[in-house]
């Protein structure tokens, strides 16, 4: 290696692909607890509102209650698991340490952050395309628009992934961490029209519910599948685009400057 | 400029506080290439931040840090490949195995895996046997040895040593040192602090040493040796000192053994018979007299009044 320069097989990208390539082998190695419990868990959601509720209620017309709730199920898997995935990955390198790791590499904050936003995605949107096939056993979707529903589903993850990573820097111990997750994330989730449809909601809540970023990104998703929905779907993809790019550069921000990784 | 000609590591008016409180005073101090350097002091006194912020750990409060030329703010890029980090605490990645760890490290730095080279640390560094072990399930000597290795791993220029044998068996340590050595024949200047000051005595050329964020001294290691001159005496006593005499100040003593001798650092113009009338004087009763020049310890002594924290 030359003193003046890198090393001199030094392969731009590498850097970013082997964090990638570690965070995606990080969350199969615990596979049990990052892939198979999140849809044990859809899976009981499945069983309960498909094959119990399913065929009893309607929420929408024309669909019966099992089809209008996949799709929130389904973006809940893929939401739940992107987050899941940066928050608990970031906030262990931090808590045990070896975050330094990657400090004292060449890796810039945008490849640390792509990487393990990527990863984030990927686990998010394999538990999301698992949960859609287990839910082929109780109800059929119409598909009506699969590439806007994919883009969708893909900036949800995107946003969440970017949100956890936010968390992680944040959390202070693994109480504060679920606090992020049980008092924040799973209410706006919940909230945000997995279960039922905003427009039944009687007011102020109906309107209340539109200043969560979730219900765009869920309406959007069972809209590109479904064909009905509350908002228009370039309303959703604005929302959630605008989210991710503010999201972004939060988190550069953050990484950028070191906040809470280095001292 | 040749390589071998630019500094391995310039550190500039290097500052850092926390909370108010300055942990790094305005360091600077040059290592040549080649060199193995040695920063020395007491527990609090900044080597690791000083370590920390050469490396990007830490952030640099004002200062600069340059490495084989290049600043470490600027080209952060460059700086990183050109220098290996060996942290004080042990820092690993619980999910891996070492070798599959070591793989994933060099990636880190944009570097395509060399077996050989891998092969060569594992092999030298007693790690052959532990290689699919994940890491959890290593001991803390192993977790050392893995941590040499993935320091070593993208072939630095810089290797930066932060107490690597602290807390391990007395085997580490020579196979280590031999390493390093190695290491620094094949053209790899080392950075190290230790709390062995007979391992730095025998290992560096030169030496820092820091007390509360400060440089106190920056010299050869034979010149610091000869700095204090004349040689150390150690009186043993029939009975136990309490508070040393007033009157043998003169003399630099220093209670030891739990106060059943003295040690004193006589100059050259002073002679022991001057010291143990001294001492008769006194009423004080010798039973064993042992003289010897000035090690590291006296000299790290002398400088920062300390050594509950070295060996």
Redesign the interface.
């Known amino acids: 290696?030359?003193?003046?320069?890198?090393?001199d097989?030094?392969?731009?990208g590498?850097?970013f692909?082997?964090?990638l390539?570690?965070e995606v082998?990080?969350f199969l190695?615990?596979s049990s607890q990052t892939i198979f419990t999140p849809i044990i868990t859809a899976s009981l959601y499945l069983f309960i509102f498909g094959a119990t509720l399913g065929e009893r209620i309607s929420v929408l017309e024309g669909f019966n209650y099992a089809q209008f709730v996949i799709p929130g199920l389904i973006l809940m898997g893929v939401i739940n698991n992107s987050f899941a995935n940066t928050a608990s990955s970031l906030f262990m390198s931090r808590y045990?340490?070896?975050i330094?790791?990657?400090?004292?590499?060449?890796?810039?904050p945008p490849q640390l952050i792509l990487a393990y936003t990527i990863a984030a995605m990927i686990r998010g949107l394999s538990v999301g395309i698992v949960v859609w096939l287990v839910s082929t056993f109780f109800a059929g979707l119409p598909w009506d628009a699969p590439l806007t529903a994919i883009g969708m589903a893909t900036m949800a993850s995107l946003l969440f992934a970017q949100c956890g990573l936010v968390v992680a820097i944040y959390a202070s111990s693994f109480d504060s961490l679920s606090m992020y997750t049980n008092f924040l994330i799973l209410p706006l989730i919940y909230l945000g029209g997995v279960f039922y449809p905003i427009s039944i909601l009687p007011e102020p809540w109906g309107k209340l519910s539109h200043l969560n970023p979730m219900f765009y990104l869920i309406d959007g998703f069972r809209t590109a599948i479904l064909g009905v929905g509350d908002l228009p779907l370039w309303l959703s993809f604005l929302v959630a685009g605008i989210m991710s790019a503010l999201l972004f550069i939060w988190v550069v921000f953050l990484i950028g400057r070191?906040h809470r990784l280095?001292? | 400029m040749s390589d071998m000609q630019i500094p391995a590591l310039v550190i500039d008016q290097l500052k850092k506080s926390y909370d108010g409180v300055d942990v790094v005073k305005s360091l600077s101090f040059t290592i040549e290439s080649g060199e193995i350097f040695g920063l020395l002091g007491p527990n609090g006194a900044g080597k690791s931040t000083t370590i920390n912020m050469v490396s990007g750990v830490t952030r640099i409060d004002t200062g600069s840090v340059q490495i084989f030329g290049h600043d470490n703010r600027q080209a952060y890029r460059i700086t990183r490949c050109l220098t290996g980090v060996m942290h004080q605490e042990i820092v690993i990645d619980n999910f891996f195995t070492i070798d599959k760890a070591l793989k994933m490290h060099a990636g880190y730095y944009g570097m395509k895996d060399d077996p050989a080279w891998r092969m060569l640390l594992i092999d030298r560094l007693g790690l052959g046997p532990h290689l699919h072990k994940v890491m959890f399930k290593l001991s803390g000597g192993l977790k050392r040895r893995f941590m040499i290795a993935k320091a070593l791993i993208h072939k630095p220029r810089l290797l930066i040593l932060d107490e690597p044998t602290a807390g391990v068996d007395i085997d580490l340590r020579l196979t280590l040192w031999d390493f390093v050595r190695e290491i620094n024949e094949r053209g790899t200047t080392v950075l190290l602090t230790t709390h062995y000051l007979e391992e730095a005595e025998q290992m560096c050329g030169r030496l820092a040493i820091m007390n509360h964020g400060e440089l106190v001294a920056l010299d050869s290691t034979k010149r610091l040796l000869s700095r204090l001159g004349g040689r150390q005496v150690t009186a043993q006593f029939d009975r136990q000192i309490e508070t040393i005499p007033v009157e043998l100040d003169p003399f630099h003593p220093v209670l030891t053994e739990e106060g059943r001798a003295l040690r004193f650092a006589l100059s050259e113009e002073v002679t022991t018979i001057d010291l143990l009338d001294k001492i008769r004087g006194l009423g004080l009763v010798v039973t064993e007299i042992e003289t010897r020049p000035p090690n590291l310890e006296d000299v790290f002594l002398r400088l920062t009044g300390s050594i509950n924290n070295v060996r």
């Open positions: 290696m030359s003193a003046n320069s890198r090393p097989n030094y392969i731009p590498r850097p692909l082997t964090l390539h570690k082998r990080r190695r615990v045990l340490g070896n330094v790791d990657l400090l004292v590499t060449p890796i810039t070191g280095s001292s």
